[in-house]
Nanobody, 125 residues
Framework: QVQLVESGGGLVQAGDSLRLSCAAS????????MGWFRQAPGKEREFVAA????????SYADSVKGRFTISRDNDKNTVYLQMNSLKPEDTAVYYC??????????????????WGKGTLVTVSS
Protein backbone atom coordinates (compact mmCIF):
# COMPACT_ATOMS: atom_id res chain seq x y z
CA GLN A 1 0.00 0.00 0.00
CA VAL A 2 1.48 3.27 -1.14
CA GLN A 3 1.37 6.18 1.25
CA LEU A 4 2.48 9.74 0.63
CA VAL A 5 2.49 12.00 3.67
CA GLU A 6 3.08 15.71 3.25
CA SER A 7 4.28 18.06 5.95
CA GLY A 8 5.64 21.56 6.32
CA GLY A 9 2.68 23.67 5.34
CA GLY A 10 1.62 26.70 7.33
CA LEU A 11 0.93 30.41 7.40
CA VAL A 12 3.69 32.73 6.20
CA GLN A 13 4.00 36.28 4.95
CA ALA A 14 4.71 37.32 1.41
CA GLY A 15 8.42 37.06 0.68
CA ASP A 16 8.99 34.30 3.20
CA SER A 17 10.23 30.79 2.51
CA LEU A 18 8.79 27.40 3.35
CA ARG A 19 9.90 23.83 2.73
CA LEU A 20 7.43 21.06 2.16
CA SER A 21 8.32 17.41 2.64
CA CYS A 22 6.65 14.26 1.40
CA ALA A 23 7.55 10.93 2.96
CA ALA A 24 6.76 7.97 0.74
CA SER A 25 6.29 4.32 1.58
CA UNK A 26 5.08 1.22 -0.21
CA UNK A 27 6.84 1.92 -3.49
CA UNK A 28 10.34 1.61 -4.92
CA UNK A 29 11.07 5.26 -4.33
CA UNK A 30 14.19 5.60 -6.45
CA UNK A 31 12.27 4.23 -9.44
CA UNK A 32 9.34 6.59 -9.00
CA UNK A 33 9.02 10.05 -10.44
CA MET A 34 7.68 12.44 -7.84
CA GLY A 35 5.85 15.71 -8.14
CA TRP A 36 4.00 18.49 -6.42
CA PHE A 37 0.63 19.89 -7.42
CA ARG A 38 -1.50 22.55 -5.81
CA GLN A 39 -5.10 23.62 -5.68
CA ALA A 40 -6.08 27.12 -4.70
CA PRO A 41 -9.55 27.91 -3.36
CA GLY A 42 -12.05 27.94 -6.19
CA LYS A 43 -9.49 26.85 -8.78
CA GLU A 44 -8.52 23.64 -10.47
CA ARG A 45 -5.55 21.63 -9.38
CA GLU A 46 -2.35 22.58 -11.20
CA PHE A 47 1.09 21.13 -11.70
CA VAL A 48 3.90 22.75 -9.71
CA ALA A 49 7.07 20.68 -10.08
CA ALA A 50 8.36 17.18 -10.82
CA UNK A 51 11.57 15.23 -10.49
CA UNK A 52 12.69 11.97 -12.03
CA UNK A 53 13.64 8.94 -9.98
CA UNK A 54 17.37 9.62 -10.05
CA UNK A 55 16.84 13.27 -9.20
CA UNK A 56 18.88 14.42 -12.19
CA UNK A 57 16.09 16.13 -14.05
CA UNK A 58 13.34 18.46 -12.90
CA SER A 59 10.45 20.38 -14.39
CA TYR A 60 8.57 23.42 -13.10
CA ALA A 61 5.47 25.38 -13.84
CA ASP A 62 6.27 28.81 -15.23
CA SER A 63 4.56 30.44 -12.26
CA VAL A 64 7.10 29.01 -9.80
CA LYS A 65 10.23 28.76 -11.92
CA GLY A 66 13.14 30.48 -10.21
CA ARG A 67 11.37 30.55 -6.82
CA PHE A 68 10.64 26.90 -6.06
CA THR A 69 13.06 23.98 -6.04
CA ILE A 70 12.10 20.32 -5.99
CA SER A 71 14.59 17.78 -4.67
CA ARG A 72 14.63 14.27 -3.33
CA ASP A 73 16.56 12.08 -0.94
CA ASN A 74 16.28 8.50 -2.12
CA ASP A 75 17.88 7.21 1.07
CA LYS A 76 15.08 8.79 3.09
CA ASN A 77 12.27 8.12 0.58
CA THR A 78 11.42 11.80 0.77
CA VAL A 79 10.79 14.52 -1.76
CA TYR A 80 10.99 18.21 -0.92
CA LEU A 81 9.67 21.46 -2.28
CA GLN A 82 11.66 24.51 -1.24
CA MET A 83 9.51 27.57 -1.78
CA ASN A 84 11.15 30.99 -1.71
CA SER A 85 9.81 34.48 -2.32
CA LEU A 86 6.30 33.29 -1.61
CA LYS A 87 3.39 35.31 -2.96
CA PRO A 88 -0.25 35.44 -1.87
CA GLU A 89 -1.15 33.69 -5.12
CA ASP A 90 0.87 30.68 -3.95
CA THR A 91 -1.80 30.06 -1.32
CA ALA A 92 -3.16 26.56 -1.92
CA VAL A 93 -3.31 23.00 -0.71
CA TYR A 94 -0.12 21.35 -1.94
CA TYR A 95 -0.28 17.70 -2.91
CA CYS A 96 2.53 15.22 -3.28
CA UNK A 97 2.24 12.90 -6.26
CA UNK A 98 4.04 9.75 -7.39
CA UNK A 99 4.28 7.82 -10.60
CA UNK A 100 5.22 4.19 -11.02
CA UNK A 101 7.60 5.24 -13.79
CA UNK A 102 10.99 6.83 -13.09
CA UNK A 103 10.13 9.61 -15.55
CA UNK A 104 7.74 12.47 -15.01
CA UNK A 105 6.05 12.66 -18.39
CA UNK A 106 2.84 11.21 -16.93
CA UNK A 107 2.91 13.68 -14.06
CA UNK A 108 3.14 16.54 -16.54
CA UNK A 109 -0.09 15.25 -18.07
CA UNK A 110 -1.74 15.09 -14.66
CA UNK A 111 -1.71 11.30 -14.97
CA UNK A 112 -0.78 10.50 -11.38
CA UNK A 113 -0.68 7.03 -9.87
CA UNK A 114 -0.62 8.04 -6.22
CA TRP A 115 -1.64 11.15 -4.28
CA GLY A 116 -0.97 12.43 -0.81
CA LYS A 117 -3.70 14.08 1.23
CA GLY A 118 -2.21 17.55 0.96
CA THR A 119 -0.82 20.27 3.18
CA LEU A 120 -2.13 23.82 3.31
CA VAL A 121 0.12 26.76 2.53
CA THR A 122 -1.26 30.21 3.23
CA VAL A 123 0.67 33.30 2.21
CA SER A 124 -0.54 36.58 3.64
CA SER A 125 0.14 39.93 1.99
Amino acid sequence: QVQLVESGGGLVQAGDSLRLSCAASGLIFSRSAMGWFRQAPGKEREFVAAIIGSGLSTSYADSVKGRFTISRDNDKNTVYLQMNSLKPEDTAVYYCAADRSPYYSDLLRDDVDYWGKGTLVTVSS
